[in-house]
């Protein structure tokens, strides 16, 4: 009985408490039942079963996954980018340096190219060979100038002196090698001798010029030649030159006259 009324008392309780009396009238006023809140969940520490720990140890290890392609190719752009500026970079130094050294040996040194002059032409022979070829023998005089106060010329092995007519070489020979100091004068022998295919043709063709009394020449030269300045020895260039002269005629073991000479040179590096 005892436990009957504990159990009904709280509710008669409740609702007592739920009825509120108006000052006014005296009636009561109905409140809804407030129902108890549910006690806090508890979190229990539940160890994890052997089988969910094998489990967990088989499962693979995740690894980052790689950069998309796009971002591979922005890298790779970027270091060729780098690389062609690095490049682009050190060729313009490069041509700011050569062109800084070049003024300074320019107004320093005042280079000037060698001057060139044909002196004499002597033929020893010119005739028809038994296979019909022009055999061709030469002697020519050639006087070199160096112009320049602080810089020596080596003419180097490997020059060459050739005579043409129209388009037949005649006959070439070596030039010598020396060394021509500054403001120097130097006359140079140079035997020549040639061959030349259709030697009836040329031979007909320079005796009718000697008719005339004007046999148009071109004395080509290619010479080697490396440059001194003070104590320094540059690299090689070489000296082109094309002499275009006029004899009044190629005979043989007499004195010919050199009637117009034109020389005009230039240096190749």
């Known amino acids: ?29 109905h ?16 160890k994890a079963s052997p089988a969910r720990e094998k489990t967990q140890q088989l499962l693979p290890v995740q690894r980052p996954l790689p950069p998309p392609p796009l971002m591979v190719r922005n890298k790779k752009r970027n270091l060729c980018c780098r690389i062609f ?63 320049n106060e602080k810089i020596g010329i080596y003419y180097e092995k490997g020059g060459r002196l050739q005579v043409w007519y129209t388009k037949t070489k005649l006959c070439e020979g070596p030039i010598p090698k020396f060394y021509q100091g500054h403001r120097n004068v130097t006359r140079l022998n140079v035997d020549l001798a040639g061959r030349a295919q259709f030697g009836n043709t040329v031979l007909s063709a320079l005796q009718q010029q000697q008719q005339t009394g004007r046999v148009p020449l071109d004395l080509k030269v290619d010479a080697p030649v490396s440059v001194k300045l003070g104590k320094l020895k540059l690299r090689k260039v070489r000296i082109l030159g094309n002499c275009k002269i006029v004899v009044d ?21």
């Not at 509710?11 to 009238?25: C, D, R, T």
């Not at 409140?31 to 539940?46: D, G, H, I, S, Y």
């Not at 006259?257 to 020389?263: F, G, H």
């Open 85 to 147: 500026c690095w490049g682009l970079s050190l060729l313009i130094i490069a041509l700011i340096a050569l062109a800084v050294a070049i003024t300074v040996i320019y107004f320093v040194f005042h280079p000037k190219i060698p001057q060139y002059e044909v002196n004499s032409l002597r033929v020893s022979n010119l005739g028809i060979n038994l296979d019909l070829s022009l055999s061709a023998l030469f002697k020519v005089e050639i006087t070199a100038r160096n112009p």
């Open 1 to 29: 009985m005892g436990d009957l009324q504990q159990r009904v008392h709280p509710v008669l309780q409740m609702e007592a408490n739920n009825k509120k009396i108006s000052p006014a009238g005296g009636k009561t006023e």
């Open 31 to 46: 409140l809804p039942t407030q129902r108890p809140f549910p006690p806090p969940a508890t979190v229990e520490n539940k």
């Open 249 to 269: 005629s190629l005979s043989t073991n007499n004195r010919i006259n050199i009637k117009a000479s034109d020389c005009k040179f230039r240096l190749k590096l």
